[in-house]
């Protein structure tokens, strides 16, 4: 029987109008997807041909100047020699009058002298210096610098002496001095305010914090310095760091440290503050001299002062690892590297290096303060590399208008504190005093190469290029004053050396207590 297939009209139009719908709906989506594009494709062009208005948000903002206010900062004054009065050490006798070079933009300087009653002398000069600008009535910040500069030759003290002219602050740290046999080390606490100031001294050492009697609630009358032997709150005690924090009135606090060997002088000091205890510290304006002689150290440590050293503390309660890279004017930098116990001070060594002009940076796994002593010989030329064959006993040119004992022979040389230093930006005003060949050292800690603008006297000088990571070093006028102009942040020192002399100076920062500030609101 053969099978017959039946064929339905009805459901063979019905396929066929299914197929019909299919496509006509493919050609329908086919078309739109053709008109889309050519939509977006003309939307694209046109974007291309016609600009479009800039839209950018930013966060509102107002630049908020203050009133400029008055400007006061303070030269230590005279350096002075213990007196031994009756059996009484306690009294202190100024070693004449040494040398002030300011230099002021947009202001005026007045000199005053400062109550000095530990150190009466009976001449203004020798006691502590305020340079006071007034506000101007334009709303520019004043600026003002100033330096002063003391070359001393006695029986008792002999060597060059110089320091900044800085601002009060009510938290300040010294690295430097010495305490132990035959060295002398006197802490100026000078308050130039209108209000006692009630000062607290702490100091660091090699074996950890001393709290001596008398090292609280001591009380510094209203524009006056006092003077604190720092044998009396820490005595023998061979690398000190001193913290000096007050309430009320504020401090400009210094050290000075002299040096008797076998009963020879040999050397003096002022040590300005240095940075706060950070993690990355920078020390410029190093000149190092004598440096293929050879020095002991014991595990690493120098122990004699006689050598120079990178003085190191931590504060904290945690040990720091410590690299110190030290930056020349040329060759490679030269690293060092340490763990500095907790609550401890240590001196490294600088390591093998040359003679010349160094730049130190100091980073730690842990807040640290640091400075650096150099050594300068009185029978080498720091800028010959050599031993001199001119007689030791010849001084130098004296410094100052009254220097003390100017025709005695220094019978020893002299050391320098080098102190940390924050960065400066913008205009800084550089005065120099007529110390022996002043030098500008500049440091770059950036990735790029400055530009740093020089003048003197509104004559612009030749600008000073500085790659990154680089130090330069520009020998500077003895009595000079200059403005210092950079874009970016670099650190500064000026550098005074001679044979048997020599001293250092940071730069630091120009006030900015009348400078604008950038308000947020919320």
């Known amino acids: 029987m053969r099978n017959t297939k039946m064929t339905n009209p009805k459901m063979s139009w019905q396929v066929t109008m299914?197929?019909?719908?299919?496509?006509?709906?493919?050609?329908?989506?086919?078309?739109?997807?053709?008109?889309g594009a050519a939509i977006a494709a003309g939307v694209v062009g046109f974007l291309c041909i016609v600009p479009l208005p800039n839209f950018t948000a930013t966060a509102r903002s107002q630049l908020v100047t203050p009133t400029p206010t008055d400007q006061r900062l303070i030269c230590p004054g005279s350096t002075v020699?213990?007196?031994?009065?009756?059996?009484?050490?306690?009294?202190?006798?100024?070693?004449?009058?040494p040398e002030y070079v300011t230099s002021?933009?947009?202001?005026?300087?007045?000199?005053t002298a400062l109550a000095a009653p530990d150190a009466s002398s009976g001449d203004s000069l020798t006691q502590p210096q305020q340079l006071f600008a007034p506000a101007p009535s334009t709303d520019t910040a004043p600026q003002i610098s100033g330096v002063q500069s003391q070359q001393v030759a006695t029986e008792s003290i002999s060597g060059l002496a110089t320091a900044p002219c800085g601002e009060a602050s009510t938290d300040a740290w010294l690295v430097g001095g010495s305490t132990q046999t035959g060295?002398?080390?006197?802490?100026?606490?000078?308050?130039?305010?209108?209000?006692?100031?009630?000062?607290?001294?702490?100091?660091?050492?090699?074996?950890?914090?001393?709290?001596?009697?008398?090292?609280s609630g001591i009380i510094v009358e209203p524009a006056t310095q006092r003077i604190i032997s720092l044998a009396a709150l820490a005595p023998n005690?061979?690398?000190?760091?001193?913290?000096?924090?007050?309430?009320?009135?504020?401090?400009?606090?210094?050290?000075q440290q002299s040096v008797i060997r076998t009963l020879l002088p040999d050397g003096v000091e002022l040590i300005a503050q240095g940075a706060n205890p950070n993690v990355r510290l920078v020390i410029p304006g190093i000149r190092l001299s004598?440096?293929?002689?050879?020095y002991s150290t014991e595990g690493g440590i120098v122990t004699i002062d006689s050598e120079p050293a990178i003085r190191i503390g931590v504060p904290g309660e945690e040990d720091a690892a410590v690299t110190v890279t030290a930056y020349g004017v040329s060759g490679k930098p030269v690293a060092v590297k340490s763990t500095v116990p907790a609550g401890r001070v240590v001196e490294l060594p600088f390591g093998r290096l040359d003679d010349g002009v160094y730049t130190l940076v100091v980073s730690a796994t842990h807040p640290v303060v640091a400075a650096a002593r150099t050594i300068n010989y009185a029978n080498i030329d720091p800028f010959t590399d050599a031993p001199s064959t001119a007689d030791p006993a010849a001084p130098e040119q004296a410094v100052g208008p009254d220097s003390v004992g100017s025709l005695a022979p220094?019978?020893?040389?002299?050391?320098?504190?080098?102190?940390?230093?924050?960065?400066?930006?913008g205009e800084t005003l550089v005065s120099v005093s007529t110390g022996p060949r002043p030098t500008l050292t500049l440091f770059n800690s950036g990735k790029s190469d400055v530009t740093v603008r020089l003048s003197e006297a509104d004559t612009s000088l030749p600008?000073?290029?500085?790659?990154?990571?680089?130090?330069?070093?520009?020998?500077?006028?003895?009595?000079?004053?200059?403005?210092?102009?950079?874009?970016?942040?670099?650190?500064?020192?000026?550098?005074?050396?001679?044979?048997?002399?020599?001293?250092?100076?940071?730069?630091?920062?120009?006030?900015?207590?009348?400078?604008?500030?950038m308000v947020f609101p919320r």
């Not at 050609?27 to 739109?32: I, N, T």
């Not at 005690?237 to 050290?255: A, C, I, K």
């Not at 500064?492 to 920062?509: D, F, H, K, M, R």
């Open 18 to 35: 299914t197929k019909r719908k299919s496509f006509l709906r493919y050609g329908l989506r086919s078309a739109a997807g053709l008109v």
């Open 81 to 97: 020699d213990v007196l031994a009065l009756n059996g009484d050490a306690t009294s202190f006798g100024a070693m004449g009058v």
């Open 104 to 111: 002021e933009r947009g202001t005026s300087i007045t000199q």
């Open 183 to 215: 060295r002398t080390t006197l802490l100026f606490l000078t308050n130039p305010t209108e209000v006692a100031a009630n000062v607290t001294v702490t100091v660091l050492g090699e074996n950890g914090w001393i709290s001596g009697p008398g090292s």
């Open 237 to 255: 005690v061979g690398n000190p760091v001193v913290r000096v924090t007050s309430t009320g009135g504020q401090v400009v606090p210094t050290l």
């Open 290 to 294: 004598g440096m293929s002689s050879e």
């Open 410 to 425: 220094l019978t020893g040389g002299d050391f320098t504190w080098n102190v940390s230093t924050l960065p400066i930006m």
């Open 463 to 517: 600008d000073v290029t500085i790659p990154a990571f680089g130090v330069r070093a520009v020998p500077l006028t003895p009595g000079a004053r200059y403005a210092l102009l950079s874009e970016f942040a670099v650190y500064a020192a000026v550098n005074y050396a001679g044979q048997g002399l020599g001293a250092s100076v940071p730069l630091a920062p120009a006030s900015q207590l009348a400078s604008g500030i």
